[in-house]
């Protein structure tokens, strides 16, 4: 006869995990979360393969995820083997027609990438757009600034960027409904016929807001918003957001990832998280343990 000696003290830790991911799988059953992938955690293999398991397990559990991605960085090595140049302004990439058409070929790649993934791991997904469907409407994206000594206003032309208008989420409830993970590319058309590059961030929260999603995820390369002595704040309003910006807390990369946060809420996500894609199985530490791990902001 073999016998096999377990280590009891680390089958109860897992059976401990899994009582303690009952509750809120009860609680976020058949609802939809929005999440914004990109940054480091979409340009490592290892993390991109953890992080399609995830998002085929939250479907698995009876959680809809909508995957929205960027590629600034994968945009930009291409723009440089084509010796196309660019520049930005205020974050974004001034955009020609050139630079739009590289665009929306390089996230066309990266969303099939990221089907290809999620279904490598059980999952079904499909890959859009905000073209497809007319999902998203876009209009042109212009930045205003001042010249410091004569204290004029110009307007300055960022080309083919745009913002959203409109959200139509019938196609994205669709695919939802037939057991589909929607991936979405950055990429729509305006009412004038052209293509507009959107921000990813930005996209996913009117994407979120429209959807009246349960949770939108932003995930960054940061650990959430910290406070002074560099520690994570878990949980955030308006007024304590407004209290932070005042006083510098709040700065630079994070005020407009803070601002798509409060606008998804504004809209109706009942609650959007800042949090950090470097983190092995982040969303899942974040909605099945008690402590979380990023940064969440209600209205």
Do not use: W
């Not at 930005?88 to 001034?94: H, Q, T, Y």
């Not at 791991?121 to 004569?150: N, Q, W």
């Not at 002595?229 to 007024?239: A, I, S, W």
């Amino acid at each position: 006869m073999i016998t096999v000696t377990q280590d009891n003290s680390k089958l109860q830790k897992k059976a401990a995990t899994l009582v303690e991911a009952l509750p809120y799988l009860r609680k976020y059953a058949d609802e939809i979360f929005v999440i914004k992938y990109g940054g480091h955690a979409m340009g490592s293999t290892k993390l991109s393969k953890q992080f399609a398991e995830d998002m085929t397990l939250l479907k698995q559990v009876g959680i809809h995820p909508v995957i929205v991605h960027g590629g600034g960085p994968q945009i930009g090595a291409m723009l440089d083997r084509l010796s196309i140049s660019s520049k930005f302004v205020d974050g974004l990439r001034v955009t020609s027609k050139a630079t739009v058409e590289v665009a929306e070929m390089v996230l066309g790649s990266i969303c099939k990438s990221i089907v290809a993934d999620i279904q490598a791991a059980g999952g079904k997904a499909i890959g859009l757009s905000g073209k497809d469907g007319s999902i998203v409407t876009a209009t042109k994206l212009d930045r205003k600034t001042t010249e410091p000594l004569s204290n004029i206003e110009k307007v300055i032309d960022l080309g083919f960027v745009g913002e959203p208008t409109h959200v139509n989420p019938r196609l994205i409830e669709q695919c939802i409904a037939g057991g589909n993970i929607p991936i979405i590319s950055p990429i729509a058309v305006g009412e004038d016929g052209h293509t507009y590059n959107i921000n990813a961030d930005t996209m996913a929260g009117a994407i979120a807001g429209a959807l009246g999603a349960r949770r939108f995820f932003l995930l960054t390369d940061v650990p959430g918003v910290l406070n002074k002595d560099k520690e994570m704040l878990t949980e955030l309003d308006r007024e304590s957001i407004a209290t932070l910006i005042a006083d510098g807390t709040i700065s630079g990369g994070m005020l407009p990832k803070v601002d798509t946060c409060l606008k998804a809420a504004e809209q109706g996500v009942k609650g959007a998280v800042i949090l950090d894609g470097r983190i092995k199985h982040a969303i899942l530490l974040e909605l099945f343990t008690e402590r979380g791990a990023g940064t969440l902001i209600r209205a």
